[in-house]
């Protein structure tokens, strides 16, 4: 491992700016090996060798070797935690690898990362069944590491689904499989040393925390002989928040100053946030109140500025209310209190967990306290009122969001009713088209554009991926600029607004009447409608609706 340090140091600063420079061109199998070895370490470094494969692998027409560098590219968004990106890298090379016929085994990886991907951006449901698709890849490839490792993130997928008992079978049961069959690869000793991390997971959230402890200081050693710093930040970070629980701020401290020191070389903003979190937790259980309040605002900042405010932890807002309960700062105190419980009502998805909001009750103590120091007499029946009604709230809002959706399924239902009658495509977006002429495209241009439109609309281009404004006007020999300046005046609407509604449209009637084309997975059925994402389709789906296509699918399957 100095050896290897050494010769990447000969090249460049190990965390400086790109400098990747060769003496020679790499192979794919050399850039292959750079990409294992940054991807956990130096994420950018991986995604620079990964797209060197993929431009090399590209030219050469390897396929094999362009889904791998798809799967990595992939695997290193997730550990800087672009998931966005690396979710799109993955779902090209899931497209590449099927439309090849590539190895299952690739495909197994493949889903692995997505579903690993999903699981950490708060999708748990959507990464469920892409986890089993990988499993039934695995399966089918007869390779034990790769069955592993597909293991270790079901695992992972039932703990973030909080179904520890289920999470701790599968882990232990692969930690046996990986001991007993002697894996002493790379791939699988770095399943068995997150396994143990996985493990301490699921027993500190059980409130074990002294088995927690065990198998954290067993995979420290393990983890410790490798250069993964994504998941040697996680083992220093939950050591010190459960050395916080323990009472143990000497341990607790240390410990998440060396977690603060490897995520700050990482740079993923989500391990970041967490480490400050368990920070100022310390420094208010120390009562350095300034101290916790600036981890706190640091951790909203970053989340309001890049628009990240649905992943804030509600503990945030907690924790800032009872800093600043401390500092008799009562105004700011009861701002973050509510905030901290409209957190909670917003997180509610499908099932409501009363025990989420009851089981912190320690906050109506905390308000006994403030009634006191500042003499609110009724500041605590105040509480105990913000407490139920946001429980009314929750069930009121859960109960209303159901009748909506509902009541928006039944629009489209009579939507479909008109949509079955038109006798084109071109007439599933063109309700509110507009009669006049643009007052910068000549009568014949349009004539010529819509003319156009109608007969691609009915060949049903608007489902292929390449349909975009550049090949649409080539095709109906105009340019983007007069074909853009049509669609606005006749339509209403941009280009790609138009293009959506098509789409939209035509999978609605499709999914309404196609019984076969339910069974679909959300992402094949976006690829039939021409997205190259799954999230591109539900998004446009539901601005075009209001509803999930999950939702609508599930709603035509309970009227069949």
Known sequence: MLRFLFFIGVFCSLYGSPCYAQERPLSSQELYHLILDHTRFNPEKAVYYANELLDLS???NQKDSMALAYLYLGKAGRI??????????????IKLAQEE??????????????????????????????????????????????????????????????????SKEVILDNLKIIEEESLTDKKSFEVYYKGLIMLANNYSSENKKDSAIYYLNKGLKAILTTDDIFTTSGYYNMLGEIYLHEKNYEKAYENLIEAKKYGDQLGNHFIVADNQLNLARYYFETSAYAKSIEELSNILHYHQKNDLEDFISPEVYKLLAENYQQTNAIEKANTYLKLYVLKYQNAVAGSIAVNSIVQDIELADLQVEKEKKEGFVYYLIGLVLVLGIGLIILLFLLRQRKTKNEDKFQAVLQ??????????????SSSSVKTQASTEVSEEITTQILSGLKKLNEQLYFLQQECNSYNVAKKIKTNTSYLS???????????????????????????????TFRLFSIQSIAEELGYKSADS????????????????????????
């Open 80 to 93: 800087q935690g672009d998931f966005d990106t690396a979710i799109a890298q993955i779902d090209a090379g």
């Open 485 to 515: 300046k049509v669609i606005n005046t006749h339509f209403d609407k941009n280009f790609n607004n138009y293009i959506n509604d098509l789409r939209i449209d035509h999978a609605l009637v499709r999914l309404e009447g196609d019984k």
């Open 537 to 560: 389709f539900t998004k446009y789906f539901k601005s075009r609706t209001g509803l999930n296509p999950s939702f609508y699918i599930k709603q035509l399957n309970a009227r069949s």
């Open 58 to 60: 590209t030219a050469r």
């Open 415 to 428: 939507k479909l009713n008109q949509l079955k009658k038109v006798e084109t495509p071109e007439a599933l």
């Open 101 to 166: 016929n590539l190895a299952t085994t690739i495909l197994a990886e493949l889903f692995l990362a997505k579903a690993n991907n999903l699981a950490d951006n708060n999708q748990i449901e959507s990464a469920i069944p892409i986890m089993f698709e990988g499993l039934s890849y695995a399966k089918a490839s007869k390779n034990l590491v790769t069955q592993v490792a597909l293991n270790h993130g079901l695992g992972y997928i039932y703990f973030a689904a909080q179904n520890f008992k289920k």
